[in-house]
């Protein structure tokens, strides 16, 4: 037999990973890169950690096998990131009602989290906000859920329309997934505030909804615990919820691809019995996890020197990204560029959303090599001493061109 004739025809690239590659092929000396999530350094590259050199370099020299994993994986890497969401004194941890699995990045634990739910019954309606991470739908469309969005940000962009988003989220019925992100909003860069994160909580515990919680930034907002705190806000008593978290950015990990996905069950007898299931639906995806990513994140977080050196070097790349931040706000003040652009500076994570049209982003690509995404979401950990200028003046001439 032969292939499928929809096999025959082309894909449409992906909206992020696309562009990657259109500007790699872009001969432009000056061309600009703002839309794939990777953190750089002035020079424009991204670095390797110092703690993971060293992790490596221990791994390394007291390597001994290369067999399978578990299929969850190994347990200390478990527990290491379990507490690095929750804390290790958190009820949910010492009453054993939390379990972390080790996922291929945080793609892995959503697409796990999505056939854990669909393949025991869980509601086939899911909502997510609007706008959200591009591959969001793509996954759990693929995974057979039925979308509903959520407004997420007023008509600015720069702000949660909270009434808006609660509203929506009040006709959700019982058993229905929420997908919320649980800091540095992408593609927005606007997180909910505490009194917020309440009135979420307060709605999921009303209307019995099930968050699944992408936590793929914990550090690149205000800090490890900080990042946290909504997330800790839905995890009540008896509460369950998912949490899906990546170490692409926060260990500059990118190609190691290593994650986790955590349940959060009413009991520790229901959570180890939800754990046959996941690793039920990992078993006929990639069989078992990959080591080597998990194992440097496990033995950065497990080590007393190691650890304090990571979250020092995390720290800096928060800095640099709020740095960042303000440094764009003022390049394009100075250019007197129409737009409300001050709460760029107070937003957090590596994204910003620009609201451009669609014509906008097609001329900053095609007539002054400069890639963004959808509506004008940037990653301002991109920016450097020698591209902001160049993003500002060509930012400023598509504003003008449109009158």
């Not at 991204?46 to 221990?58: G, Y």
């Not at 019995?273 to 990513?293: D, E």
């Amino acid at each position: 037999m032969p292939l499928p004739s929809l096999a025959r025809v082309p894909a449409p690239p992906d909206a992020i990973l696309g562009l990657a590659e259109a500007y790699r092929n872009d001969p432009r000396p000056n061309k600009v890169n703002l839309s794939a999530g990777v953190f750089v350094d002035e020079t424009g590259k991204t670095p390797m950690l110092k703690t993971v050199i060293e992790a490596e370099r221990r791994l390394a020299a007291s390597a001994a096998t290369k067999l399978y994993r578990p299929i969850d994986g190994e347990v200390a890497y478990r527990d290491a990131v379990r507490d690095l969401v929750l804390g290790g004194s958190h009820e949910a941890v010492t009453s054993g009602r939390a379990l972390a699995t080790q996922t291929p990045g945080g793609t892995g634990g959503l697409r796990v989290a999505a056939d854990l739910l669909r393949q025991t019954g869980a509601s086939e309606t899911l909502w997510m906000s609007e706008p959200t991470w591009p591959n969001h739908p793509q996954l759990f469309h693929a995974a057979g859920f039925k979308i509903r969005t959520y407004p997420y940000t007023d008509a600015t962009g720069r702000r949660i329309d909270e009434d808006a988003l609660l509203a929506a989220l009040g006709e959700a019925s019982p058993g229905d997934v929420v997908l919320l992100h649980g800091a540095c909003h992408n593609p927005t860069g606007v997180d909910p505030s505490p009194e917020l994160w309440r009135r979420i909580g307060d709605l999921v515990e009303e209307r019995r909804l099930l968050p699944l919680v992408d936590l793929a930034y914990q550090g690149f907002g205000d800090g490890l615990v900080e990042d946290a705190a909504g997330l800790h806000e839905l995890v009540r008593p008896g509460a369950e919820l998912l949490v899906s978290t990546s170490f692409s950015k926060t260990f500059s990990l990118y190609a190691e691809r290593v994650g986790a996905l955590m349940v959060i069950a009413r009991s520790a007898a229901d959570a180890n019995a939800v754990q046959t299931h996941v690793k039920a639906a990992i078993r006929v995806n990639y069989s078992n996890p990959p080591a080597h990513g998990a194992d440097i994140v496990r033995t950065i977080l497990n080590d007393p020197a190691l650890r304090p050196q990571w979250e020092a070097e995390l720290a800096a790349m928060r800095a640099r990204i709020k740095d960042n931040r303000r440094a764009l706000v003022a390049a394009l003040e100075a250019r007197r560029i129409p737009g409300d652009w001050g709460g760029i500076a107070t937003q957090r994570g590596m994204f910003a959303l620009l609201g451009l049209t669609a014509h906008q982003v097609a001329q900053l690509k095609e007539e002054h090599g400069v890639y963004v995404v959808g509506k004008g979401r940037i990653n301002v950990a991109g920016f450097t001493p020698d591209n902001l200028g160049t993003f500002a003046d060509a930012l400023g001439s598509v504003i003008a061109a449109a009158g």
